[in-house]
């Protein structure tokens, strides 16, 4: 299986940026369908993004669609997640999820079987 460590949250102004990292470890990282989800206090985790084994393909909630970018470099097994123009309402715990039987992007909790500890991202306005 494979283990996966988040790093890069903090605490940013609105219309700022950060770079979220994921590191994995124990299992071959490119065979793995990864993907960034977020739960703020009181509410359910939400997909933010995923992408593909190669990298070529992704996908966004619409929530960050075109502010967020998701990408990952198999030869350092590192998933990340740059966001931009970040808004209060991007506040939340941002996890790294994996797994290696997806044929496609998911977007469900359910559809990950391993998940990190999660980084805290918060934005003042």
């Known amino acids: 299986q494979v283990q996966l460590v988040e790093s890069g949250g903090g605490l940013v102004q609105a219309g700022g940026s950060l770079r979220l990292s994921c590191a994995a470890s124990?299992?071959?990282?490119?065979?793995?369908?990864m993907a960034w989800f977020r739960q703020a206090p009181g509410k359910e985790r939400e997909f933010v993004a995923a992408i593909g084994w190669t990298g070529f393909s992704t996908r966004y909630a619409d929530s960050v669609k075109g502010r967020f970018t998701i990408s990952r470099d198999n030869a350092k097994n590192t998933l990340y997640l740059q966001m931009n123009s970040l808004k209060p309402e991007d506040t939340a715990l941002y996890y790294c999820?994996?797994?290696?039987?997806?044929?496609?992007?998911?977007?469900?909790?359910?559809?990950?079987?391993?998940w990190g500890q999660g980084t805290q991202v918060t934005v003042s306005s």
């Open positions: 999820a994996a797994d290696r039987t997806l044929g496609v992007l998911g977007n469900r909790v359910n559809h990950y079987a391993y």
């Open positions: 124990g299992h071959t990282f490119n065979n793995y369908v």
